[in-house]
T-cell receptor, first 111, second 112 residues
């Protein structure tokens, strides 16, 4: 079945550092969404992307819709302790309504 | 605006017992989703409703799982009988007219 692979799987970073993560698919996506999940909570929508090449920011977060439409990237600038959590990419593959979540990137910040 | 409500937050049952989860979406959201999230994995879509009709239930184990959204508002997901591998967090989400989903806090199910 369709899969969204996220890289890296987990990362430790120093507070204040910038973070980059990506999400890749074997299928074309028309919509990419990025979510953050804290322990014991449901995912929270961070950024939605609707067009190839689109670059969208939400505070210190910036996400890009890859031009091949098979990947997306999320950057966090100047990380802080509350950025700790699991980041998921998600979306419906082209031609389907079925929503797929990625494997997740677990972010751990060293204060 | 109130968020997606789910209950209970936690449930512990023995295998072969039955369990039901309830979800009330954000007011006005026509689309409702149920997900299963096993520890360490991303959420997996079980069923998607548009109003009170099913859009996709291809990953719902229909021999033991059922879901309904009778009046197009709140929804119930049932497992009968439960197996050990059903231990997971069950998440409900809703959306208005885009793919931007809003999630509830989830129900953590432990099957012993």
């Amino acid at each position: 079945g369709q899969q969204l692979n996220q890289s890296p799987q987990s990362m430790f970073i120093q507070e204040g550092e910038d973070v980059s993560m990506n999400c890749t698919s074997s299928s074309i996506f028309n919509t990419w969404l990025w979510y953050k999940q804290d322990p014991g909570e449901g995912p929270v929508l961070l950024i939605a992307l609707y067009k190839a090449g689109e670059l969208t920011s939400n505070g210190r977060l910036t996400a890009q819709f890859g031009i091949t439409r098979k990947d997306s990237f999320l950057n966090i600038s100047a990380s802080i302790p509350s950025d700790v959590g699991i980041y998921f990419c998600a979306g419906p593959a082209s031609g389907t309504y079925k929503y797929i979540f990625g494997t997740g990137t677990r972010l751990k910040v060293l204060a | 605006e109130a968020g997606v409500a789910q209950s209970p937050r936690y449930k512990i049952i023995e295998k072969r017992q039955s369990v039901a989860f309830w979800c009330n979406p954000i007011s006005g959201h026509a689309t409702l989703y149920w997900y299963q999230q096993i520890l360490g994995q991303g959420p997996k879509l079980l069923i998607q409703f548009q109003n009170n009709g099913v859009v996709d239930d291809s990953q719902l184990p229909k021999d033991r799982f059922s879901a309904e959204r009778l009046k197009g508002v709140d929804s119930t997901l049932k497992i009968q009988p439960a197996k050990l591998e059903d231990s997971a967090v069950y998440l409900c989400a809703s959306s208005f007219d885009t793919y931007e989903q809003y999630f509830g806090p989830g129900t953590r199910l432990t099957v012993t």
